[in-house]
């Protein structure tokens, strides 16, 4: 009887619905409220701890997947320049934060190397959940500038370009799913979240996303064009909608639209100072840089000295690339570089799957636009984006009937 009692009869189910839910719940959030898409993620990792207490894990073939071995060079190379950083202690607190963005893609990565199913499919269900946040938020937006007329809304957020780049990331997502789903009820339920989240990204002002947007969806069309030329009228007749809206809408974008080749521009002529001050820093320091976390203070101290903007304090370079090789060495933007590169073929990879095109339009939306801001490793965005692309890689079995598990052995109820 004592042996009997020390057996714990567990639903598989509660695990995997657990950590679905928990993962469905911080991408909704993502874009509405940090503080609680944060929670949960600790509450996702935790469900996902349970879950490895009773699955078993292929680890030799977790490492040949194809992303891991490119991220493992990539935190390798950064770890060698956390060394000879300027403050160690700020360079490995840093260091360690970035682990943590990278954890909903290794989520993922495990799962696709052990006995594993989920009942639900966690792929839509994660990317559902955050067009739901993004739409919902868009809305607030939206009221925003209706209560108030002004433009440049941030929503929840308190930065609007953090917050368009999460309009910026959804609106690739909502066209693809838009161009695969053959039902044309819930083509329209895209069509209008696309609208919503389109007329948010406007009034956000934000010009950075404004161009990965745009690059995005050039790029998704290219990757989807025999999808779309199969139902060319019916794509014919969203792309004159669109069209429409954007003419409606023109009075919210076209003024801050022709500042973008403006290099006089206030906004413009900041950037181009930063960036011409950010190069000598990365001559001084080539090989490991300044270190992790410590670009604003050691650039506005020793470099930054526009006479301008003296009393201004710049915490990025607005550009990610720039920024990465100041802060970690031109090494270490090479190894940045081939993760982005490993990144877009592990996608492209996937051949005639949906959400990878979605994801890898996403993907490229944000390199694109991180060129005049530095959004590829904001904390906020990257977790998202991270759990994006391990959603997008993972190959997941959907389970067809109860499963339990006792300690000590499994058994399998159908």
Same mark, same amino acid.
């Given at each position: 009887?004592?042996?009997?009692?020390?057996?714990?009869?567990?639903? @598989?189910?509660?695990?995997?619905?657990?950590?679905?839910?928990?993962?469905? /719940?911080?991408?909704? $959030?993502?874009?509405?409220?940090?503080?609680?898409?944060?929670?949960?993620?600790?509450?996702?990792?935790?469900?996902?701890?349970?879950?490895?207490?009773?699955?078993?894990?292929?680890?030799?073939?977790?490492?040949?997947?194809?992303?891991?071995?490119?991220?493992?060079?990539?935190?390798?190379?950064?770890?060698?320049?956390?060394?000879?950083?300027?403050?160690? $202690?700020?360079?490995?607190?840093?260091?360690? @934060?970035?682990?943590?963005?990278?954890?909903?893609?290794?989520?993922?990565?495990?799962?696709?190397?052990?006995?594993?199913?989920?009942?639900?499919?966690?792929?839509?269900?994660?990317?559902?959940?955050?067009?739901?946040?993004?739409?919902?938020?868009?809305?607030?937006?939206?009221?925003?500038?209706?209560?108030?007329?002004?433009?440049?809304?941030?929503?929840?957020?308190?930065?609007?370009?953090?917050?368009?780049?999460?309009?910026?990331?959804?609106?690739?997502?909502?066209?693809?799913?838009?161009?695969?789903?053959?039902?044309?009820?819930?083509?329209?339920?895209?069509?209008? +979240?696309?609208?919503?989240?389109?007329?948010?990204?406007?009034?956000?002002?934000?010009?950075?996303?404004?161009?990965?947007?745009?690059?995005?969806?050039?790029?998704? +069309?290219?990757?989807?064009?025999?999808?779309?030329?199969?139902?060319?009228?019916?794509?014919?007749?969203?792309?004159? $909608?669109?069209?429409?809206?954007?003419?409606?809408?023109?009075?919210?974008?076209?003024?801050?639209?022709?500042?973008?080749?403006?290099?006089?521009?206030?906004?413009?002529?900041?950037?181009?100072?930063?960036?011409?001050?950010?190069?000598?820093?990365?001559?001084?320091?080539?090989?490991?840089?300044?270190?992790?976390?410590?670009?604003?203070?050691?650039?506005?101290?020793?470099?930054?000295?526009?006479?301008?903007?003296?009393?201004?304090?710049?915490?990025?370079?607005?550009?990610?690339?720039? +920024?990465?090789?100041?802060?970690?060495?031109?090494?270490? $933007?090479?190894?940045?570089?081939?993760?982005?590169?490993?990144?877009?073929?592990?996608?492209?990879?996937?051949?005639?799957?949906?959400?990878?095109?979605?994801?890898?339009? /996403?993907?490229?939306?944000?390199?694109?636009?991180? +060129?005049?801001?530095?959004?590829?490793?904001?904390?906020?965005?990257?977790?998202?984006?991270?759990?994006?692309?391990?959603?997008?890689?993972?190959?997941?079995?959907?389970?067809?009937?109860?499963?339990?598990?006792?300690?000590?052995?499994? @058994?399998?109820?159908?």
């Amino acid at each position: 009887m004592a042996k009997l009692d020390s057996l714990m009869v567990v639903p @598989r189910r509660l695990y995997d619905n657990a950590f679905v839910f928990f993962i469905g /719940v911080f991408a909704f $959030l993502a874009p509405v409220d940090k503080q609680m898409a944060n929670t949960a993620l600790i509450l996702s990792t935790i469900s996902f701890l349970f879950l490895l207490r009773k699955y078993k894990v292929d680890w030799s073939s977790f490492f040949k997947q194809p992303l891991v071995k490119p991220l493992g060079y990539f935190f390798a190379a950064l770890f060698v320049s956390v060394i000879f950083s300027t403050d160690v $202690l700020i360079s490995v607190r840093e260091y360690l @934060r970035m682990i943590t963005y990278v954890l909903p893609f290794l989520f993922f990565a495990i799962l696709n190397n052990c006995s594993h199913s989920f009942t639900y499919d966690i792929k839509k269900t994660g990317i559902h959940a955050y067009m739901l946040g993004c739409t919902i938020a868009g809305l607030y937006a939206i009221y925003q500038y209706w209560a108030t007329g002004q433009l440049g809304v941030s929503s929840f957020y308190g930065n609007r370009i953090i917050f368009a780049s999460f309009m910026e990331m959804v609106l690739p997502l909502l066209a693809v799913f838009l161009i695969e789903q053959p039902d044309y009820k819930k083509k329209s339920v895209y069509f209008i +979240m696309g609208c919503i989240c389109l007329i948010t990204l406007m009034l956000t002002q934000a010009r950075g996303p404004w161009l990965g947007v745009g690059s995005a969806l050039f790029v998704m +069309m290219i990757a989807m064009r025999k999808n779309i030329y199969e139902n060319k009228k019916s794509y014919i007749a969203v792309a004159v $909608l669109m069209l429409v809206l954007l003419t409606v809408v023109s009075p919210l974008y076209l003024e801050r639209a022709k500042t973008l080749t403006d290099l006089n521009f206030s906004t413009n002529y900041q950037r181009i100072s930063i960036w011409e001050a950010t190069i000598p820093m990365i001559q001084d320091y080539p090989l490991t840089g300044v270190g992790l976390g410590k670009f604003a203070e050691i650039y506005n101290e020793q470099y930054y000295n526009n006479p301008l903007y003296k009393h201004y304090f710049w915490i990025h370079a607005h550009n990610s690339y720039l +920024m990465y090789a100041a802060e970690n060495g031109i090494v270490n $933007l090479l190894a940045f570089v081939y993760l982005l590169f490993s990144i877009g073929k592990s996608l492209l990879d996937q051949k005639g799957d949906t959400i990878s095109i979605g994801v890898f339009s /996403v993907v490229f939306a944000i390199a694109a636009s991180s +060129m005049v801001d530095d959004l590829l490793w904001a904390p906020y965005l990257a977790k998202i984006l991270w759990l994006f692309i391990g959603i997008a890689l993972y190959n997941p079995r959907i389970q067809e009937g109860p499963c339990l598990i006792l300690k000590g052995e499994e @058994r399998t109820n159908r």
